[in-house]
């Protein structure tokens, strides 16, 4: 993946189009920018995180050695079930998003161009058919963790240029990731 440097800072990645096995994402340049499905094997390789282990540690004395616990645990990280289902909502909301919202299908154009004519006459579209989803949970059982390890995964700002011959000069903003914090009453 080429990466790019905004003018505002971001780094963003320079568009790849991939041909796309499910007939429902082909031809969908936002889909196609993404990267490849992984599969559950693929999922738990990207997912984990070991942390180095040197041998000759195991004769440091142990009041030496439990120094190395907390700095070696935040490096750890072993994929769960959770995880995979996780992933596979995430994967499939943002693709999902994308099915409706094709730049280069006709029906998308057409309804643009309402959306368009009806805020000139402060008329507001329908509802949004944007993707969301809630990740709750109690405080530190890893829902931020998982969720910032997941959408690493997924290029946050895809630079186009140009799709199958034509000009598509756009900034494609895969995800937006809101906290917020709960507090007891």
């Not at 072993?78 to 099915?99: C, F, K, N, T, W």
Request: no cysteine; glycine share 6%.
């Amino acid at each position: 993946m080429e990466i790019v440097r905004l003018p505002n800072g971001t780094e963003a990645v320079v568009a790849t189009y991939r041909k796309q096995v499910i007939p429902d994402f082909a031809g969908n340049p936002w889909i196609e920018a993404l990267p490849d499905i992984l599969s559950p094997e693929q999922v738990i390789e990207a997912l984990s995180s070991y942390p180095p282990m040197d041998p000759l540690e195991r004769q440091l004395e142990p009041h030496l050695r439990i120094h190395l616990i907390p700095q070696r645990l935040s490096q750890y990280f072993q994929p769960l079930e959770q995880h995979l289902v996780l992933y596979d909502a995430i994967s499939s909301m943002i693709r999902g998003g994308y099915v409706e919202r094709n730049p280069f299908s006709p029906s998308v154009i057409r309804r643009l161009s309402q959306m368009e004519n009806r805020q000139r006459g402060n008329v507001y579209p329908p509802h949004s058919t944007a993707k969301s989803m809630a990740l709750i949970g109690i405080s530190g059982s890893g829902k931020t963790s998982s969720l910032n390890r997941i959408l690493a995964l997924f290029p946050q700002v895809i630079v186009h240029s140009e799709y199958q011959g034509q000009d598509f000069p756009r900034y494609q903003v895969t995800h937006i990731r809101l906290e917020a914090h709960m507090t007891g009453a």
